[in-house]
């Protein structure tokens, strides 16, 4: 797995979004969650040279540790228990997909229990359960690694499009009710800008 | 935007060293975690440690001392602090009576003190607030936001704690002073996050955001400025709601106290008139205001406006507010 070329892919795909996401997170949010994933990404950035000698669960691991102790606010234990489970379930260095969907799946599942939350109210978990469960049943169909890429890519974005109907009842935009509708939830935004960023690099492999 | 500021990357740190210089017979800052603490530590009391987002000083930094709590975890500007800033406070603190975490109900500041209750070896528990009204509470929802009444909150467990109180009997009466606090918000205008650089929302110059909480997340609902007598008798009447909801008895021979909270742009002189127009329309409910605090103390920045919050006091709760507190920003009788 090569972790560190998805961090770099990952920052870049944030960076190219960030009017976007800031602008939902002003609307509806707090104005900080584009600083928020900032400021893990450079964090994580600024270990490159420890992280390239490492195995990869103890990639996940310490990027886990680094997020937990940077972010802050509600995503910060939310990304740290995800890159952390991660880390548990993924000890292979070339791990083959069904193993990565079962990962991502326990992972998921760890930001769920975090958070208390679950899907249908507003929040990144809107884009990460559906895509998890997704990701574990096309990993276990005959599509090539191409296909699958491409369809969890489109399967992410229509997921992030979901959110602009759904009415807030966890998270910071809980407060406003109604008037969140019409806006997509900043968290499932960027946690889909995160996913695509992968997938469309997998895509073009 | 107009802010005295150099790199907004540092600001927080200009800020915390200003704050440890400028009462330096009272508070030490740490760097790297970031945490403040006492200047001198009792580790044979109950060590009492807050923190959220920076952006609301005084709040908690601010009252740190005497009476009040022995260690607050700033984070950056409206982003709850980190696990190992709490568990760095904790360990400096080296509580033989236990570690008790005062937390505001936001999922974020939540998760975070969880996190560091579970990983530190200390023995501990939480207290989280959870006194506006403006939120309608259901099971959906993250529950109702911690606001102006930590402060309460605050100085009555720290008062506790600084007299013997042992852990559990300090996480009582945190809940119940919690229980009996309620608060409503309203904006005039919005707050401005130094790094962001520009205003967390839009608002009109003739319009008000009602129920507005400390980071400039939107309320109950948005409408136009109207004379501070009708705006203040619906945030009277807010809280009442959220008492009444909260199976709170109301009667003549009630006590209350009140804090009118400004959010950081709006003058004392009107956080006064505020005062003023409140205690009216509490004498037609005939309830008694008998202790009060007037001025900033649960800040969101820059932002115009402010909170009100009443405490259904007791016996016990008065007293606790009434001993002597030395820090920052509260101080009398010591």
Redesign the interface.
Same mark, same amino acid.
Request: aromatic fraction near 6%; glycine fraction near 22%.
């Given at each position: 797995m090569e972790i560190l070329k998805y961090i770099a892919l990952i920052d870049q795909a944030i960076n190219e979004n960030e009017s976007e996401i800031?602008g939902l997170d002003?609307?509806i *949010?707090? *104005?900080?969650h584009f #600083?928020?994933l900032k400021?893990g990404i450079t964090a994580i950035h600024s270990m490159t040279d420890q992280l390239s000698t490492m195995t990869v669960n103890e990639q996940f691991k310490m990027i886990g540790m680094k997020v937990?102790?940077?972010?802050?606010?509600?995503?910060? @234990? &939310?990304f740290a228990t995800f890159f952390l489970e991660m880390g548990k379930h993924i000890t292979d260095s070339k791990p083959s997909l069904k193993i990565i969907a079962e990962a991502f799946s326990k992972a998921v599942d760890g930001i769920k229990q975090?958070?208390k939350s679950d899907v249908g109210?507003k929040t990144m978990l809107d884009v990460l359960i559906p895509v998890a469960a997704k990701f574990e049943e096309l990993a276990s169909s005959n599509m090539s690694t191409q296909e699958i890429a491409s369809d969890v890519n489109q399967f992410a974005i229509d997921c992030a499009h979901n959110t602009k109907d759904m009415l807030p009842?966890?998270?910071? +935009?809980?407060? &406003?009710g109604e008037?969140a509708l019409g806006h997509m939830d900043p968290g499932a935004k960027s946690c889909q800008v995160m996913i695509s960023a992968v997938c469309q690099h997998i895509q073009g492999e | 935007m107009k802010k005295f500021l150099n790199n907004p990357k540092n600001f927080l740190k200009e800020s915390l060293s200003g704050l440890g210089k400028a009462h330096q017979n009272l508070l030490q800052v740490h760097f790297d975690?970031t945490f403040v603490t006492r200047k001198s530590i009792n580790s044979d009391k109950v060590i009492l440690v807050s923190g959220g987002?920076s952006g609301h000083e005084p709040l908690h930094a601010g009252f740190i001392g005497h009476g009040m709590l022995d260690a607050a975890c700033p984070?950056?500007?409206?982003? +709850? @602090?980190? @696990?190992?800033q709490m568990m760095a406070a904790v360990d400096f603190c080296k509580p033989n009576k236990g570690a008790l975490f005062i937390v505001k109900n936001? +999922? *974020?500041d939540v !998760?975070?003190f969880? !996190?560091a209750a579970e990983m530190t070896s200390y023995e501990n528990a939480t207290i989280l607030v959870n006194d506006d009204a403006?939120?309608i509470d259901s099971s959906?929802?993250?529950g109702k936001?911690g606001v102006a009444g930590t402060v309460i909150v605050e100085k009555t467990v720290g008062s506790l704690a600084e007299n013997g109180g042992d852990l559990k009997s300090c996480v009582d009466l945190g809940n119940e002073v919690n229980q009996r606090c309620s608060s409503i918000g309203v904006a005039l205008s919005s707050c401005t #996050?130094p790094?962001?650089g520009?205003p967390?929302?839009d608002i009109e110059d003739d319009q008000i955001e009602f129920?507005v *909480?400390i980071?400039?997340?939107?309320?109950r609902r948005r409408e136009q400025i109207r004379p501070a007598q009708t705006i203040v008798k619906d945030m009277i009447e807010a809280i009442i709601e959220d008492f009444k909801g909260k199976n709170l008895a109301l009667s003549n021979n009630t006590e209350l106290l009140m804090i009118v909270n400004g959010f950081g742009g709006t003058p004392i002189s009107e956080l006064y008139l505020i005062y003023e127009n409140a205690c009216e329309i509490l004498s037609g409910y005939q309830l008694n205001v008998v202790r009060s605090l007037v001025g900033n103390y649960t800040t969101a920045l820059d932002m115009e406006g402010a909170s009100v919050t009443l405490c259904v006091l007791n016996d016990q709760i008065k007293n606790h507010w009434d001993t002597p507190v030395h820090t920052a920003s509260l101080r009398w009788g010591a």
């Open positions: 800031e002003r609307a *949010g707090d *104005g900080d #600083i928020n400021r937990l102790s940077t972010v802050g606010g509600a995503s910060g @234990p &939310l975090r958070g109210q009842t966890k998270g910071r +935009s809980s407060g &406003l008037r | 975690p987002g984070g950056h500007v409206f982003t +709850s @602090p980190t @696990p190992d936001y +999922s *974020g !998760m975070n969880e !996190m403006a939120v959906y929802t993250t936001r #996050i790094e962001a520009k967390t929302f129920g *909480g980071h400039g997340e939107p309320g």
